[in-house]
């Protein structure tokens, strides 16, 4: 499928961009809105509920349609086939990638060699759906008779990631009269702050993992074990009716003691970074109960569908891709800032770090050769209106080139006063400052003293893109989600890196296996790492006086 497509760097569509930029970066915004007044009208795009101004950023028509004609010549039409036909395009571990069959309605069809997958999703939905309703009305109890009130995630990186940030999102939605917590780190703290003030008898723990066997998780949930059989009198029976499991290894969830009966499945064709909704959204579920959490599926369905049918030029996770590779390749920025103007969305930059930064982070190709351009930026970012008072200086002022997803909303979910009004007239007013600046004779015009106008002077010609929405329903959650891994996807498929693989996380994985024994054992082990290292672990063996 990638033979006939050259190495990015010899495209043509590269090379045109290569020298279209020659020119391009000498623009400056106020002069591109200056010639085209209505850029500002026609530079935007709308799907699923998401409305996007890109009229900010530093690109005419031209640019537009050379960057088009790049993923065009990337072959990114056969690849989104490929996703969407079920092919394997998870290369280095031979999956196909088909979180966009999680959201799919039941008639729909999504092969996984030759077997339609989409009635097993749905049979999970229904479950979880089932267990969620019989939780949330009471009728599930845990061991000694009592409701419960708690639930508790345990899990990490993509089985954490998506549950915290769409709790949060969606919080206004939730059901209030419970509490809900998630532990994901190793560091006992965790697990000790959130279970403090629960009681064992109305906590429901759901082990979230998708092989059972990833070191924190498996020690948060024996942890789990012990705090709930110590509080519930040491009767074993307990964990049938507070543990959970949502995993692909039904072995690995026995040998743990959960029955198989409470086991939420999901499959090896979704990466743990999108697997928010399979059954890892079971405690997104149990919040927001199953109606939300359906029309949270809807919503991310509605934003694959205009990825599939789209045209390039009005796709939104296209264009917001296409830009990223502008800044990144051509004018050598290095990361990315999102920033919500929604509280709500706290956790969403956070998010999208593993999304974006494990699934492009990568330095070859699918053909395992080694890329002479930059892929992944950094991703990063606070809600507004918080960051204008800390690090909006150096996007403002500084030497470096940060382009800005800013993300905002009609209405707020909880109207209060003025604030909504205040709170959009900053972004509003932030993104108006980054892209058009102060001149000097603007800061001169307002009595400034000559030796502080530089100091007050914005260059402007900062890039953003604004996307805006109603209402932060579920569903707008869902399309927003899938905006952004369709646009890591857009990108994979221009760099031609393999987005779905992350063997950086695996190396963690086995390596603090490997050093765990030696921090345990009783005799001085034989250390055979170099030098820092032997010594590092000999430091902490005396400090905790082994
Ligand atoms: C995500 C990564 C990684 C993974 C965690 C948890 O794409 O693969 O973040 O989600 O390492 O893995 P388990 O779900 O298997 O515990």
């Known amino acids: 499928m990638t033979a006939t497509i050259l190495p990015l760097t010899q495209r043509k569509g590269w090379k045109a961009l290569v020298t279209h930029h020659r020119t391009a970066r000498k623009w400056h915004l106020r002069t591109l809105f200056a010639k085209r007044p209505k850029r500002g009208e026609r530079m935007t795009a709308e799907a699923a509920g998401l409305f996007l101004d890109y009229s900010k950023n530093r690109v005419t028509g031209r640019t537009v349609k050379l960057l088009v004609e790049l993923a065009e010549e990337s072959g990114l039409r056969d690849r989104i086939d ?9 290369l280095t571990e031979d ?23 989409v009635p097993e999703v749905h049979a999970v939905l229904d479950k979880m759906a089932e267990f969620a309703g019989r939780v949330r009305s009471g009728v599930w109890t845990g061991h000694t008779g009592k409701r419960i009130r708690n639930v508790v995630n345990i899990g990490i990186g993509g089985s954490d990631l998506g549950p915290v940030m769409a709790y949060e999102a969606l919080r206004h939605y939730s059901e209030r009269g419970m509490t809900f917590r998630f532990v994901s780190n190793v560091d006992g703290i965790d697990f000790v702050e959130a279970t403090r003030d629960l009681d064992p008898a109305e906590t429901l723990f759901i082990v979230s993992s998708k092989t059972f066997t990833t070191l924190e998780t498996m020690t948060n949930a024996e942890s789990a074990r012990d705090w709930l059989l110590s509080g519930l009198g040491g009767d074993k029976q307990a964990v049938a009716k507070h543990f959970v499991a949502v995993s692909t290894n039904a072995e690995k969830v026995s040998e743990f003691g959960i029955d198989t009966a409470n086991m939420f499945a999901f499959w090896d064709w979704v990466g743990g970074r999108y697997s928010m909704c399979s059954a890892i959204g079971l405690s997104t579920m149990l919040a927001i109960g199953p109606d939300n959490f359906r029309a949270l599926l809807n919503g991310f369905h509605q934003m694959d569908e205009h990825f599939r049918t789209a045209p390039f030029e009005q796709n939104l996770p296209v264009l917001m891709a296409l830009l990223g590779i502008w800044y990144n390749d051509f004018f050598g920025a290095q ?46 970012g606070e809600p507004g209106t918080n960051g204008q008072h800390s690090f909006y200086q150096l996007i403002h002022q500084g030497t470096r080139l940060i382009p800005c997803d800013f993300i905002a909303f009609g209405q707020a979910l909880a109207p209060l006063g003025r604030h909504h009004d205040i709170l959009m007239a900053n972004v509003f007013a932030q993104s108006e400052a980054l892209a ?41 959650l869902g399309a927003l989600v899938a905006l952004y891994e369709h646009s890591v996807f857009t990108q994979g498929a221009i760099w031609n890196v393999g987005s779905f ?34 010594s590092l672990i000999r430091r902490y063996r005396k400090m905790k006086g082994a």
């Open 335 to 380: 990361t990315t800032a999102v920033l919500p103007y929604e509280q709500y969305l706290k956790r969403f930059p956070a998010y999208l770090q593993q999304m974006t930064m494990e699934s492009s982070g990568k330095s070859v190709t699918l053909d395992g050769m080694a890329v002479d351009y930059d892929t992944g930026a950094v991703y990063w």
């Open 436 to 476: 058009f600046g102060l001149t000097p004779e603007q800061v001169k015009a307002e009595g400034v003293p000559d030796w502080l106008v530089p100091h007050r002077v914005f260059e402007g010609n900062r890039p953003s893109n604004t996307i805006l929405a109603e209402r932060l329903t579920p569903a707008v």
């Open 82 to 90: 490929a996703m969407f036909r079920g092919d394997k395009i998870n």
């Open 95 to 117: 999956r196909a990638v088909l979180h966009v069959a999680l959201r799919a309605p039941k008639d729909a069809t999504f092969l996984v060699d030759g077997k339609n997958v």
């Open 501 to 534: 693989d992350q063997w950086g996380v695996q190396l963690g994985k086995v390596l603090a296996q490997r050093i765990v024994p030696e921090l345990e054992s009783k005799e001085a082990p034989a250390l055979t790492h170099d030098s820092s290292t032997n």
